[in-house]
């Protein structure tokens, strides 16, 4: 009577068990886990928190107060957004400045270099063209990485020369269009066009974070300890109330 009630209760766990099993296999293939297709992150085509690198370019006060394409506000919101996403994401992230050192200009904003890390040594320049200094050029390729995100002021300027020097160089420049500004919209433009026209890929700061997240199952989707609620958060304060502004 023992063994035949033994059995019983070991037939009833092991029916228990596949049925926690099965009802886990169909959850996770209705929520889609078990059809999503992983890639390399270091040899994707597509951007990743592994082959990308933000460079953030000459936003001073000199700068940005001129620029007149895009509302000051939103454009602020767009490179603090940007770099909130590199800092997500582990992104590494090369600031320069240009005329610091000569007493012609004032370093980065506070309000974007609050979200730099500490342990980003700014890199001033008396070049326009910011791979003419072999310091930020030499920052870059430490990294490893050959997809750049190029944000800057202005569009015309540094971020213009720099991009079509990248690109000479190999390197897969993205040009983030809303996270550049210029003195008139024409010039923004026609920046974008001769830096499209030489090989550059214009996106823009939500575009390229949400292609690096790639999917809900990223574990810096919704939480992260630098960032509050992870990119998801980013976005909820950065992107959807900006929606139709520019």
Same mark, same amino acid.
């Given at each position: 009577m023992k063994q035949v009630k033994l059995i019983a209760v070991l037939v009833l766990l092991l029916t228990v068990t596949s049925m926690i099993f099965t009802y886990s296999a169909q959850s996770e293939n209705n929520n889609g886990n078990s059809n999503f297709i992983p890639k390399d992150p270091k040899t994707d085509n597509l951007l990743t928190s592994e082959n990308t690198v933000l460079l953030v370019i000459d936003w001073q006060d000199e700068m940005l107060g001129t620029v007149k394409? +895009? *509302?000051?506000? /939103?454009?602020?919101?767009? #490179?603090?957004?940007?770099?909130?996403? !590199?800092?997500?994401?582990d992104i590494p992230v090369v600031e320069s400045t240009i005329g610091v050192d000569l007493g012609a200009n004032q370093p980065t904003v506070p309000a974007i270099k609050q979200f730099i890390a500490e342990d980003v040594e700014?890199?001033?320049?008396?070049?326009?063209?910011?791979?003419?200094?072999?310091?930020?050029?030499?920052?870059?390729?430490?990294?490893?990485?050959?997809?750049?995100?190029m944000t800057g002021l202005w569009t015309s300027g540094c971020p213009t020369?720099?991009?079509?020097?990248?690109?000479?160089?190999?390197?897969?420049?993205?040009v983030l269009t809303d996270v550049m500004g210029d003195a008139t919209t024409d010039?923004?433009?026609?920046? +974008? *066009?001769?830096? /499209?026209?030489?090989?550059? #890929?214009?996106?823009?700061?939500?575009? !390229?974070?949400?292609e690096i997240l790639r999917a809900y199952t990223n574990p810096k989707a919704m939480q992260d300890e630098k960032v509050e609620g992870g990119f998801v958060g980013i976005m909820k304060e950065h992107f959807y109330p900006f929606a139709g502004k520019y």
């Amino acid at each position: 009577m023992k063994q035949v009630k033994l059995i019983a209760v070991l037939v009833l766990l092991l029916t228990v068990t596949s049925m926690i099993f099965t009802y886990s296999a169909q959850s996770e293939n209705n929520n889609g886990n078990s059809n999503f297709i992983p890639k390399d992150p270091k040899t994707d085509n597509l951007l990743t928190s592994e082959n990308t690198v933000l460079l953030v370019i000459d936003w001073q006060d000199e700068m940005l107060g001129t620029v007149k394409n +895009i *509302d000051q506000a /939103v454009l602020l919101n767009n #490179i603090q957004a940007i770099i909130k996403t !590199a800092n997500v994401f582990d992104i590494p992230v090369v600031e320069s400045t240009i005329g610091v050192d000569l007493g012609a200009n004032q370093p980065t904003v506070p309000a974007i270099k609050q979200f730099i890390a500490e342990d980003v040594e700014n890199i001033d320049r008396i070049s326009l063209n910011a791979w003419q200094n072999k310091a930020l050029i030499d920052r870059v390729k430490e990294t490893g990485r050959k997809k750049i995100l190029m944000t800057g002021l202005w569009t015309s300027g540094c971020p213009t020369y720099t991009t079509l020097d990248a690109l000479q160089d190999g390197y897969e420049v993205y040009v983030l269009t809303d996270v550049m500004g210029d003195a008139t919209t024409d010039a923004h433009n026609r920046a +974008i *066009d001769r830096m /499209v026209q030489a090989g550059a #890929i214009p996106f823009t700061w939500e575009g !390229a974070g949400a292609e690096i997240l790639r999917a809900y199952t990223n574990p810096k989707a919704m939480q992260d300890e630098k960032v509050e609620g992870g990119f998801v958060g980013i976005m909820k304060e950065h992107f959807y109330p900006f929606a139709g502004k520019y």
